[in-house]
């Protein structure tokens, strides 16, 4: 539908002369060494000309959408081999994969996060999610081609005016009901942005977006639940890649009050997402939203408590937190990896001191969401 064209991800129409696009882009071979060449290339200037030829010969036949997620699917399985000691899951056996959902879950990796998530349930017999996505992450050409080739969406923050973002946000409420309707599930985190503290909480005004396009009912947030099944979806990491950056960027806002991101930031940030270290991994599907919710702050707190119960505790977490001094009665009952805790320690050594404590609070308060929600047993 043309209402939708600014913001929908690509058709299967539209793929290979958008993949055309892509292959021809100088950044693709930047950004694809990391990716797709032995680490002795990457950084080199050959590197970037054999990633870019590699991908070039790999995209050549792809013509359709399901095509470029099946490429991606391809990646993914190398990916977590190499970057994930343990991928576990629980509570997908429930959901039908003859259905579809509103999948909302916490938000911790720009592209992994949902990028799991689709993995997953495309093993287990699922269609894969079509994936919001700030329009701050649609500023590079490449890395908006690459993401709206995989399936995403553009939620547009960035307009201003009071009726420009009314607009706006009732025209995305409107495409992820269309979505639904056509049977297609969503993707969409709880809150703008990653929760880069590790606080874990989901923002009313993304609610009162999503219900925006149920105003046909008496109750928008009611017409919500009854007609999208609202899963939440809890993902925890061992080991953030990104954690380093995140706790310069906090110490920066809390001592200047501002933080100006540089150009390719994001696309560095998905990269070092993508193929940084993770440790162990934990998807965690909810059930299917139930509750007699009237209002947005009614529907976070229900969205929350689910969210936060589903959180794994990792010996990461235990650790952060007993180093800040909070108490730990709730031991994850997991064995420390040594391959973890070397990294954890690394990475922790090469923080700045005054920067530590943001780095320490990221996973420590994966512990203090269920200690504040009385989640855990003191």
């Known amino acids: 539908m043309q209402e939708y064209d600014a913001i929908r991800p690509y058709d299967d129409h539209e793929v290979p002369s958008v993949i055309e696009r892509v292959v021809n882009n100088p950044e693709l071979g930047r950004a694809a060494v990391k990716l797709v060449m032995p680490k002795s290339l990457q950084g080199t200037a050959v590197g970037e000309w054999a990633a870019g030829m590699l991908l070039k010969l790999k995209t050549r036949k792809l013509q359709t959408v399901n095509d470029c997620q099946l490429i991606i699917a391809e990646y993914f399985e190398r990916l977590i081999a190499d970057t994930i000691t343990e991928l576990t899951v629980s509570g997908l056996d429930k959901l039908d994969p003859a259905a579809h959902y509103l999948f909302m879950s916490n938000h911790r990796d720009i592209v992994m996060d949902s990028g799991l998530l689709n993995f997953l349930i495309h093993t287990a017999g699922h269609e ?33 005016g009071v009726r420009a973002a009314l607009m706006a946000y009732t025209r995305t409420s409107s495409y992820i009901r269309h979505s639904l309707d056509e049977g297609v599930s969503i993707w969409i985190a709880q809150r703008q942005g990653r929760a880069k503290d590790g606080w874990d909480r989901t923002d009313p005004a993304l609610l009162k977006m999503l219900a925006l396009a149920y105003k046909d009912h008496d109750n928008a947030i009611v017409g919500l639940l009854a007609h999208a099944k609202l899963v939440p979806v809890s993902i925890s990491y061992e080991i953030d890649p990104c954690a380093l950056r995140k706790a310069h960027e906090l110490s920066v806002l809390a001592v200047t009050g501002e933080y100006d991101k540089a150009d390719e930031e994001d696309l560095e940030n998905i990269i070092l997402g993508i193929v940084g270290f993770k440790g ?47 108490k730990v009665n709730a031991p994850s009952g997991l064995a420390p990896l040594p391959k ?39």
């Not at 919001?132 to 969406?153: H, I, T, V, W």
């Open 280 to 326: 162990r991994v934990h998807l965690h599907f909810g059930d299917v939203v139930k509750a007699s919710c009237t209002t947005a702050e009614e529907l976070a707190a229900v969205i929350d408590l689910a969210i936060v119960d589903g959180l794994r505790i990792y010996p990461t977490h235990e650790a952060a937190a007993i180093t800040l001094g909070d």
């Open 340 to 378: 973890v805790l070397d990294e954890f320690n690394a990475v922790l050594e090469a923080c700045p001191t005054l920067e530590r404590e943001y780095l320490l609070s990221q996973y420590a308060n994966v512990l203090r969401n269920k200690q504040d929600l009385n989640l855990v047993t003191d």
């Open 128 to 160: 894969t999610c079509r994936i919001a996505a700030g329009d701050n992450l649609m500023d590079n050409r490449l890395a908006a081609d690459l993401m709206r080739l995989n399936k995403s969406f553009v939620v547009e923050r960035s307009v201003s």
